[in-house]
T-cell receptor
Framework: NAGVMQNPRHLVRRRGQEARLRCSPM?????VYWYRQLPEEGLKFMVY????????ESGMPKERFSAEFPKEGPSILRIQQVVRGDSAAYFC??????????????FGQGTRLTVV | DQQVKQNSPSLSVQEGRISILNCDYT??????FLWYKKYPAEGPTFLIS?????DKNEDGRFTVFLNKSAKHLSLHIVPSQPGDSAVYFC?????????FGSGTKLNVKP
């Protein structure tokens, strides 16, 4: 049973380009969470999705960032017109249930985005 | 607004001794807390959790203590082993949203 798979592991983009980060949850998991970790900081919540639904996007910047979790395929975090401040490690987590007090959230290895 | 704080960025402990990692939070509505361990270039892995109805939870060498009145929790690792060297994040769960502290880097010396 493969864990949460994120790709690419490393992504370099020039300012103004688009970045697409993919996350395949663990088998049987229908809840996906995206977190961002800036240098020397903890992980910050961005968005919580279920299949075809955004449940909570309170941590997403209002502009340039979007996320989806389609019925088929991985969850995608999309950053348009990237800026240097978007450089960070982006982690995806998945869980089987939508109640994290009663189910474990498993994290992927992350995608390190560098904007040059 | 940092709702979960880990004020010690690093901790160094001798193998076999106890490691104590501390965490403070500000939101009294938090009712579930977790500790995650993270190695470089890997994602965080779940270590142990505690509900606010308890003040202690133990799992092998790991024990988490919760002091609700002080809004403080701690992770005790005893005995510490070199393989425990990693960054430890404290987190609080609020409606499926984790609030993480900034982490404490633990170094266990052989």
């Amino acid at each position: 049973n493969a864990g949460v798979m994120q790709n690419p592991r490393h992504l370099v983009r020039r300012r103004g380009q688009e970045a697409r980060l993919r996350c395949s949850p663990m088998k049987g998991h229908s809840h996906v969470y995206w977190y961002r970790q800036l240098p020397e900081e903890g992980l910050k919540f961005m968005v919580y999705l279920q299949k075809e639904n955004i449940i909570d996007e309170s941590g997403m910047p209002k502009e340039r960032f979007s996320a989806e979790f389609p019925k088929e395929g991985p969850s995608i975090l999309r950053i348009q017109q990237v800026v240097r401040g978007d450089s960070a490690a982006y982690f995806c987590a998945s869980s089987r249930l939508g109640d994290l007090m009663n189910t474990e959230a498993f994290f992927g290895q992350g995608t390190r985005l560098t904007v040059v | 607004d940092q709702q979960v704080k880990q004020n010690s960025p690093s901790l160094s402990v001798q193998e076999g001794r106890i490691s104590i990692l501390n965490c403070d939070y500000t939101n009294s509505m938090f009712d579930y807390f977790l500790w995650y361990k993270k190695y470089p270039a890997e994602g965080p892995t779940f270590l142990i959790s505690i509900s606010s109805i308890k003040d202690k939870n133990e799992d092998g060498r790991f024990t988490v203590f919760l002091n609700k009145s002080a809004k403080h929790l701690s992770l005790h690792i005893v005995p510490s082993q070199p393989g425990d060297s990693a960054v430890y994040f404290c987190a609080a769960d609020n409606f499926n949203k984790f609030y993480f502290g900034s982490g404490t880097k633990l170094n266990v010396k052989p």
